[in-house]
């Protein structure tokens, strides 16, 4: 399976709804870590952590389960609102490039990481 590459890896959100997200190389940028071992994804949405299962299917499908969210008060809170919610929307991915694309229903890229 492709994720086995993804694994152990920082994907960092470079761009979300086509917009350029600025990132610092810091642990506060949004960003997964993919586990292929047991399908689970961590990370950050730019303050909380991230956490919860997926799943990859044929034809590059992707589905997040229901992520945990921790629940700290940020003043980023907006973009990590908007992150999560565009996560729920993800469906297909493609790797490109050193970036890994998330990908709607209607086969738009949503969120990219590198």
Known sequence: MPDASWTNKQWTVVEMLGVPVQTSNSP???H??????????????????????????KKNRISFGNLG???MACQNQAFEN???????????????????WLKDSKKRVILKLQ
């Open 32 to 57: 997964l870590y993919y586990n292929a071992s047991d399908k689970t994804v961590t990370g950050n949405g730019s303050c909380n952590r991230i956490f919860g299962p997926y799943e990859l299917e």
């Open 28 to 30: 506060q940028d949004a």
């Open 69 to 71: 969210v921790t629940m």
């Open 82 to 100: 908007k992150f999560l919610e565009t996560l729920k929307s993800v469906e297909r991915y493609q790797v490109t490039g050193g970036q890994l």
